[in-house]
T-cell receptor, first 111, second 112 residues
Framework: DAKTTQPPSMDCAEGRAANLPCNHSTISGNEYVYWYRQIHSQGPQYIIHGLKNNETNEMASLIITEDRKSSTLILPHATLRDTAVYYC????????????FGPGTRLSVLP | DSGVTQTPKHLITATGQRVTLRCSPR?????VYWYQQSLDQGLQFLIH???????AKGNILERFSAQQFPDLHSELNLSSLELGDSALYFC???????????FGQGTRLTVV
Protein backbone atom coordinates (compact mmCIF):
# COMPACT_ATOMS: atom_id res chain seq x y z
CA ASP A 1 0.00 0.00 0.00
CA ALA A 2 1.11 3.53 -0.72
CA LYS A 3 2.46 5.34 2.34
CA THR A 4 1.43 8.77 1.10
CA THR A 5 -1.74 10.84 0.86
CA GLN A 6 -2.28 13.36 -1.92
CA PRO A 7 -5.30 15.41 -3.01
CA PRO A 8 -6.96 13.73 -6.00
CA SER A 9 -6.94 16.84 -8.15
CA MET A 10 -5.73 20.43 -8.32
CA ASP A 11 -5.94 23.32 -10.75
CA CYS A 12 -3.29 25.91 -11.42
CA ALA A 13 -3.23 28.95 -13.68
CA GLU A 14 -0.63 28.95 -16.41
CA GLY A 15 2.46 30.91 -15.40
CA ARG A 16 1.75 30.62 -11.71
CA ALA A 17 3.49 28.34 -9.25
CA ALA A 18 1.92 24.94 -8.71
CA ASN A 19 2.27 23.66 -5.16
CA LEU A 20 1.45 19.99 -4.79
CA PRO A 21 1.20 18.69 -1.22
CA CYS A 22 1.92 15.21 0.03
CA ASN A 23 1.38 13.75 3.47
CA HIS A 24 3.67 10.96 4.65
CA SER A 25 3.17 10.99 8.39
CA THR A 26 4.55 7.47 8.93
CA ILE A 27 7.81 8.04 7.08
CA SER A 28 10.87 6.33 8.54
CA GLY A 29 14.32 7.77 8.95
CA ASN A 30 15.79 5.95 5.98
CA GLU A 31 12.95 6.69 3.58
CA TYR A 32 13.29 9.19 0.77
CA VAL A 33 10.47 11.19 -0.80
CA TYR A 34 10.30 10.80 -4.57
CA TRP A 35 8.13 12.64 -7.06
CA TYR A 36 7.16 11.35 -10.48
CA ARG A 37 4.62 12.53 -13.00
CA GLN A 38 2.74 10.82 -15.79
CA ILE A 39 1.51 12.81 -18.73
CA HIS A 40 -1.50 11.08 -20.29
CA SER A 41 -0.40 7.48 -20.93
CA GLN A 42 3.30 8.14 -21.26
CA GLY A 43 5.84 6.50 -19.01
CA PRO A 44 6.19 8.08 -15.57
CA GLN A 45 8.83 10.79 -15.50
CA TYR A 46 11.22 11.23 -12.59
CA ILE A 47 11.09 14.75 -11.18
CA ILE A 48 13.04 14.98 -7.93
CA HIS A 49 13.72 13.26 -4.62
CA GLY A 50 15.01 14.16 -1.19
CA LEU A 51 15.62 12.89 2.32
CA LYS A 52 15.29 15.86 4.66
CA ASN A 53 16.83 18.89 3.01
CA ASN A 54 15.03 20.93 0.42
CA GLU A 55 16.03 20.08 -3.11
CA THR A 56 15.87 21.97 -6.39
CA ASN A 57 16.59 20.98 -9.94
CA GLU A 58 15.72 22.31 -13.37
CA MET A 59 12.21 20.93 -13.17
CA ALA A 60 11.01 21.63 -9.65
CA SER A 61 11.69 22.26 -5.99
CA LEU A 62 10.95 19.86 -3.16
CA ILE A 63 10.23 21.27 0.27
CA ILE A 64 10.21 18.74 3.12
CA THR A 65 8.97 19.80 6.54
CA GLU A 66 11.35 19.58 9.45
CA ASP A 67 9.48 16.63 10.97
CA ARG A 68 9.47 15.01 7.50
CA LYS A 69 5.78 14.17 7.78
CA SER A 70 4.82 16.13 4.72
CA SER A 71 6.33 17.69 1.63
CA THR A 72 5.44 20.02 -1.22
CA LEU A 73 6.48 19.81 -4.83
CA ILE A 74 6.72 23.23 -6.42
CA LEU A 75 6.61 23.84 -10.16
CA PRO A 76 7.66 27.51 -10.23
CA HIS A 77 6.01 28.57 -13.48
CA ALA A 78 3.47 26.01 -14.57
CA THR A 79 2.79 25.57 -18.28
CA LEU A 80 0.07 23.66 -20.08
CA ARG A 81 2.60 20.86 -20.62
CA ASP A 82 2.77 20.34 -16.88
CA THR A 83 -0.77 18.98 -16.88
CA ALA A 84 -0.29 15.44 -15.57
CA VAL A 85 -0.81 13.06 -12.68
CA TYR A 86 1.82 13.68 -10.01
CA TYR A 87 2.89 10.87 -7.71
CA CYS A 88 4.53 11.28 -4.33
CA UNK A 89 6.31 8.10 -3.26
CA UNK A 90 8.12 7.19 -0.07
CA UNK A 91 10.87 4.66 -0.56
CA UNK A 92 13.53 3.30 1.77
CA UNK A 93 17.20 3.58 0.94
CA UNK A 94 17.89 -0.11 0.70
CA UNK A 95 17.96 -2.75 -1.96
CA UNK A 96 14.61 -4.26 -1.09
CA UNK A 97 12.20 -1.45 -1.78
CA UNK A 98 10.29 -0.67 -4.94
CA UNK A 99 8.34 2.33 -6.12
CA UNK A 100 4.75 1.96 -4.93
CA PHE A 101 2.47 4.28 -6.85
CA GLY A 102 -0.73 5.57 -5.29
CA PRO A 103 -3.50 7.38 -7.19
CA GLY A 104 -1.52 10.65 -7.23
CA THR A 105 -2.77 14.19 -7.84
CA ARG A 106 -4.19 15.12 -11.21
CA LEU A 107 -2.87 18.63 -11.89
CA SER A 108 -4.67 20.65 -14.52
CA VAL A 109 -2.87 23.78 -15.70
CA LEU A 110 -5.44 26.19 -17.04
CA PRO A 111 -4.79 28.89 -19.68
CA ASP B 1 13.87 10.60 -23.65
CA SER B 2 14.60 8.56 -20.51
CA GLY B 3 17.08 6.25 -22.23
CA VAL B 4 14.94 3.19 -21.49
CA THR B 5 13.73 1.46 -24.65
CA GLN B 6 10.71 -0.79 -24.80
CA THR B 7 9.61 -2.84 -27.77
CA PRO B 8 7.18 -3.22 -29.30
CA LYS B 9 5.22 -0.03 -28.66
CA HIS B 10 1.94 -1.66 -29.54
CA LEU B 11 0.87 -5.28 -29.60
CA ILE B 12 -2.47 -6.80 -30.50
CA THR B 13 -2.98 -10.49 -29.92
CA ALA B 14 -5.71 -13.03 -29.30
CA THR B 15 -6.78 -14.66 -26.08
CA GLY B 16 -4.77 -17.73 -25.19
CA GLN B 17 -1.67 -16.52 -26.96
CA ARG B 18 1.79 -15.78 -25.57
CA VAL B 19 3.80 -12.59 -26.07
CA THR B 20 7.19 -11.26 -25.08
CA LEU B 21 7.85 -7.66 -24.17
CA ARG B 22 11.40 -6.38 -24.27
CA CYS B 23 13.16 -3.71 -22.26
CA SER B 24 16.60 -2.22 -22.77
CA PRO B 25 17.66 -0.27 -19.69
CA ARG B 26 19.66 2.94 -19.66
CA UNK B 27 23.33 2.38 -20.29
CA UNK B 28 24.98 1.24 -17.07
CA UNK B 29 21.79 0.64 -15.11
CA UNK B 30 21.75 -2.67 -13.28
CA UNK B 31 18.15 -2.76 -12.05
CA VAL B 32 15.06 -3.34 -14.15
CA TYR B 33 11.47 -3.04 -12.94
CA TRP B 34 8.22 -4.04 -14.66
CA TYR B 35 4.88 -2.36 -14.02
CA GLN B 36 1.37 -2.90 -15.35
CA GLN B 37 -1.18 -0.12 -15.81
CA SER B 38 -4.67 -1.17 -16.81
CA LEU B 39 -7.16 1.33 -18.23
CA ASP B 40 -7.88 3.98 -15.62
CA GLN B 41 -5.94 1.99 -13.06
CA GLY B 42 -2.84 2.76 -11.12
CA LEU B 43 0.65 1.50 -11.74
CA GLN B 44 1.03 -1.97 -10.33
CA PHE B 45 4.50 -3.31 -9.59
CA LEU B 46 5.15 -6.70 -11.13
CA ILE B 47 8.79 -7.66 -10.66
CA HIS B 48 12.30 -6.29 -10.09
CA UNK B 49 15.62 -7.65 -11.30
CA UNK B 50 19.02 -6.52 -10.20
CA UNK B 51 22.11 -7.56 -12.13
CA UNK B 52 20.41 -10.66 -13.49
CA UNK B 53 18.80 -11.85 -10.30
CA UNK B 54 15.19 -11.51 -9.22
CA UNK B 55 15.04 -9.00 -6.38
CA ALA B 56 11.35 -8.65 -5.63
CA LYS B 57 7.98 -9.82 -6.85
CA GLY B 58 4.78 -7.87 -6.72
CA ASN B 59 1.35 -8.67 -8.06
CA ILE B 60 2.59 -10.80 -10.92
CA LEU B 61 0.37 -13.60 -12.15
CA GLU B 62 1.75 -17.12 -12.49
CA ARG B 63 1.06 -16.87 -16.24
CA PHE B 64 3.62 -14.07 -16.37
CA SER B 65 7.37 -14.47 -16.07
CA ALA B 66 10.39 -12.32 -16.59
CA GLN B 67 14.14 -12.51 -16.77
CA GLN B 68 17.13 -10.24 -17.04
CA PHE B 69 19.89 -11.33 -19.36
CA PRO B 70 23.69 -10.95 -18.98
CA ASP B 71 23.61 -7.85 -21.18
CA LEU B 72 21.06 -6.47 -18.66
CA HIS B 73 18.12 -6.24 -21.02
CA SER B 74 14.94 -7.79 -19.72
CA GLU B 75 11.96 -9.61 -21.14
CA LEU B 76 8.48 -10.00 -19.73
CA ASN B 77 6.65 -13.08 -20.97
CA LEU B 78 2.88 -13.15 -20.80
CA SER B 79 1.13 -16.44 -21.59
CA SER B 80 -2.41 -17.78 -21.82
CA LEU B 81 -3.50 -14.22 -22.37
CA GLU B 82 -6.90 -13.06 -21.22
CA LEU B 83 -8.91 -9.97 -22.13
CA GLY B 84 -8.10 -8.54 -18.71
CA ASP B 85 -4.38 -8.56 -19.48
CA SER B 86 -4.91 -5.67 -21.86
CA ALA B 87 -2.87 -2.86 -20.37
CA LEU B 88 0.16 -0.66 -20.63
CA TYR B 89 3.32 -2.42 -19.50
CA PHE B 90 6.15 -0.20 -18.37
CA CYS B 91 9.74 -1.02 -17.77
CA UNK B 92 11.99 1.14 -15.63
CA UNK B 93 15.68 1.02 -14.88
CA UNK B 94 17.96 2.39 -12.21
CA UNK B 95 21.65 2.28 -11.55
CA UNK B 96 21.16 0.46 -8.26
CA UNK B 97 18.01 -0.72 -6.46
CA UNK B 98 18.13 2.29 -4.12
CA UNK B 99 18.47 5.02 -6.75
CA UNK B 100 15.93 6.86 -8.86
CA UNK B 101 14.33 4.90 -11.67
CA UNK B 102 13.63 6.04 -15.21
CA PHE B 103 10.70 4.67 -17.15
CA GLY B 104 10.31 3.69 -20.75
CA GLN B 105 7.36 4.74 -22.87
CA GLY B 106 5.64 1.43 -22.42
CA THR B 107 4.13 -1.32 -24.50
CA ARG B 108 0.40 -1.13 -25.06
CA LEU B 109 -0.95 -4.68 -25.13
CA THR B 110 -4.43 -5.31 -26.47
CA VAL B 111 -5.88 -8.79 -26.11
CA VAL B 112 -8.86 -9.46 -28.37
Amino acid sequence: DAKTTQPPSMDCAEGRAANLPCNHSTISGNEYVYWYRQIHSQGPQYIIHGLKNNETNEMASLIITEDRKSSTLILPHATLRDTAVYYCIVRADNYGQNFVFGPGTRLSVLP
Amino acid sequence: DSGVTQTPKHLITATGQRVTLRCSPRSGDLSVYWYQQSLDQGLQFLIHYYNGEERAKGNILERFSAQQFPDLHSELNLSSLELGDSALYFCASSLYPNTEAFFGQGTRLTVV
